[in-house]
């Protein structure tokens, strides 16, 4: 028999069967729950148990601790229902308004921006076009069954293939396969749009945008989407990489900022090279955020890149400089990698 599960802030109520995970019972219903990763690794659906009791499945113990367990926190995209519950987390209009689709695409085109990353441009069929939110990632649904997750860099609005940045993880299958053997008119299958990483429109806060690494990527649609729909909320951009090689679109964010007087872009190197000849800011890119802005009270927070630096901004920004926690939103890059301490 099937369990009701009741969200306390709205009072919505769906139902969730035996054995299926709490979050999957609520996007196939059209009830939108945050998510990331839906393994377990990320922490993006994580909510509180008021009422009722679930199993939790395996997951990265950096996603969840064993404490926050013991306050009632779980992992939704990873626990299933014993019994009626009732949960407290926050709902997330729009992404049920979405059609989540499985489509094949053809390679239309590689091109290597940095020693490890590519930009990789998708075709669709002739007779589809994906709608999406500007921040949200599909999923490569690869020969063995397994799935590879990557956020899009172009904006709904754009005509044309669909644009992503690919970071060559090294022994990884997929990617391995992008830098070393794909070709341009390959066919490739995935699944989309996914996501709740997207900018919230109904705010007039300004907007701190973070990223590392290819988290520019969902940023970069982000922006050019707020720019094309001419949004004039002020928008800080920073961007953290170690190497200057490593900001791949390096003069793209600096154009924006030239052209836009309401955006304003602040690289950041970890560790810049003599060769760098850098003489920008350093250090780490989430406390270059927290120099200019100590106090984060009046803002919303896009954070999207590597897991450290994901869960360090919200750490730090949430329990040091007041910004409500509700206006952070953020898309943690896991990989394999990161459930290999699953518990």
Known sequence: MAYNVTLRQSGRQFQVEPDEPILTAALRQGVGLPYGCKNGACGSCKGAIVAGEVEQRAHSSSALSNDEKTRGMALLCCATANCDLEIDVREVAGVGDVQVKKLPCRVNALERKADDVM????????NERLQYL???????????????????ASAPHQEGPIELHIRHMQGGVFTDHVFNT??????????GPLGTFF??????????LLASGTGFAPIKAIVEHALFKNLDRPMTLYWGARRKKDLYLLELAEQWAKD?????????????????????????VHRAVIEDLPDLSNYQVYACGAPVMVESAQR???????????????????SEADLANAV
Do not use: N
């Open 119 to 126: 930009l990789l441009k998708l075709q669709l069929p002739a």
């Open 316 to 334: 730090d920004f949430t329990s040091h400089h007041c910004l409500p926690e509700d206006e952070f939103y953020a898309d943690s890059f896991t």
């Open 134 to 152: 500007a921040g949200q990632y599909v999923e490569f649904i690869l020969k063995d069954g397994k799935r590879r997750s990557y956020s899009m």
């Open 260 to 284: 836009h007087p309401h955006f304003k872009f602040v690289p950041v190197l970890s560790e810049p090279d003599e060769s760098d000849a850098w003489t920008g800011r350093t250090g780490f």
């Open 199 to 208: 900018l919230r429109e109904d705010s007039a806060k300004p907007i701190v």
């Open 182 to 191: 794909m070709k341009e008119r390959d066919i490739l299958r995935f699944e």
